[in-house]
T-cell receptor, first 113, second 114 residues
Framework: GAGVSQSPSNKVTEKGKDVELRCDPI?????LYWYRQSLGQGLEFLIY????????KSGLPSDRFSAERTGGSVSTLTIQRTQQEDSAVYLC???????????FGEGSWLTVV | GDSVTQMEGPVTLSEEAFLTINCTYT??????LFWYVQYPGEGLQLLLK?????DKGSNKGFEATYRKETTSFHLEKGSVQVSDSAVYFC?????????????FGGGTRVLVKP
């Protein structure tokens, strides 16, 4: 597709379960970002991948959060042992190597019950 | 660290009214500045951007000027429409050296009534 694609669009999970969120960036974009949008915290940076470089994980809120990017394209954000405070919209974004405009997907809405 | 402050909403306007959303920033270097918009039920979309002082970004009738002296990037539109109802986010980026990561303001909800 033409844009950043995320799945699932909605996910309801029980507290303590693990969840995986998937992101397909725009074809050819080498940079990939994960952000979290929640009511109390606004938009928070989580993690950033650029090509084959080590990811910038400085925004991950705890060691329950991890992300990987396979083959320089698709990325998966994993949240282990989910807590209610993890409920949020998780946004993926990508950008071209030399550009500074970041394009966002529509997000994955996570609800932990 | 970097931060972005924007006026809290909601902002309620009548159609054809003038809209201003204030945004100020704190950054160590010379950031690029952005306005993103989130329409109901949709993802974040880039509305406009400016990459250096005194640049003016514009799109869809919206404008914002990069003011280094006041560290501001206020968003304006002369005549709003109902379709402009959305949440608007001001953001900055420190550029490629910082991974082009965006730091966002808290968002301002705008509601335009017919």
């Amino acid at each position: 597709g033409a844009g950043v694609s995320q799945s699932p669009s909605n996910k309801v999970t029980e507290k303590g379960k693990d969840v995986e969120l998937r992101c397909d960036p725009i074809s050819g974009h080498t940079a990939l970002y994960w952000y979290r949008q929640s009511l109390g915290q606004g938009l928070e940076f989580l993690i950033y991948f650029q090509g084959n470089s080590a990811p910038d994980k400085s925004g991950l809120p705890s060691d329950r959060f991890s992300a990987e990017r396979t083959g320089g394209s698709v990325s998966t954000l994993t949240i282990q042992r989910t807590q209610q405070e993890d409920s949020a919209v998780y946004l993926c974004a990508s950008s071209p190597n030399l550009g500074n405009t970041i394009y966002f997907g529509e997000g994955s809405w996570l609800t932990v019950v | 660290g970097d931060s972005v402050t924007q006026m809290e909403g909601p902002v309620t306007l009548s159609e054809e009214a003038f809209l201003t959303i204030n945004c100020t920033y704190t950054a160590t270097g010379y950031p690029s500045l952005f306005w993103y918009v989130q329409y109901p039920g949709e993802g974040l979309q880039l509305l406009l951007k400016a990459t250096k002082a005194d640049d003016k970004g514009s799109n869809k009738g919206f404008e914002a000027t990069y003011r280094k002296e006041t560290t501001s990037f206020h968003l304006e539109k002369g005549s709003v429409q109902v379709s402009d109802s959305a949440v608007y986010f001001c953001a900055l980026s420190d550029g490629p050296a910082a991974g082009n990561k965006l730091t966002f303001g808290g968002g301002t909800r705008v509601l335009v009534k017919p």
